[in-house]
């Protein structure tokens, strides 16, 4: 059977993020895109019948803030775990975090990192 996606993009949050104690003092802004994939979500006119992006945004954003993370690699798996425990519909999950700034002394550009996990998929 067909499955649908939910794509979120640009979400963003202010974190506590990175291996180098000036990246999580000064704290930086990070950019979020999320595909959740369900089954057929427009079966029916019903937010219960499949995944409430606002609130997948606010749960992300709240996550993404309420700690300090050394790794862009944790603060994905983090939020993948947090998806799939509040959201049985979803069946697999692709995130990609990019780190807008990076306040490290002679680093330049933009990393990113991007995961992908299926319910059935262990994420730990």
């Given amino acids: 059977?067909?499955?649908?996606?939910?794509?979120?993009?640009?979400?963003?949050?202010?974190?506590?993020?990175?291996?180098?104690?000036?990246?999580?003092?000064?704290?930086?802004?990070?950019?979020?895109?999320?595909?959740?994939?369900?089954?057929?979500?427009?079966?029916?006119?019903?937010?219960?019948?499949?995944?409430?992006?606002?609130e997948v945004s606010i749960m992300v954003r709240t996550l993404a803030q309420s700690k300090e993370f050394l790794l862009v690699e944790n603060l994905a798996h983090e939020i993948v775990e947090k998806l799939f425990k509040h959201f049985d519909k979803l069946e697999a999950i692709l995130i990609e975090i990019n780190k807008t700034?990076?306040?490290?002394?002679?680093?330049?550009?933009?990393?990113?990192?991007r995961i992908h996990r299926s319910r059935s998929q262990p994420t730990a």
Avoid at 12 to 32: H, M, N, P, T, W
Avoid at 101 to 113: D, H, K, L, M, Y
């Fill in 1 to 54: 059977m067909p499955k649908d996606c939910i794509i979120l993009k640009d979400l963003q949050a202010f974190c506590k993020l990175g291996s180098y104690d000036s990246e999580r003092i000064l704290g930086q802004c990070v950019i979020i895109n999320l595909e959740l994939e369900l089954d057929p979500a427009g079966r029916s006119s019903r937010i219960e019948d499949t995944v409430n992006y606002v």
């Fill in 101 to 113: 700034i990076v306040n490290a002394e002679q680093f330049t550009g933009n990393p990113s990192i």
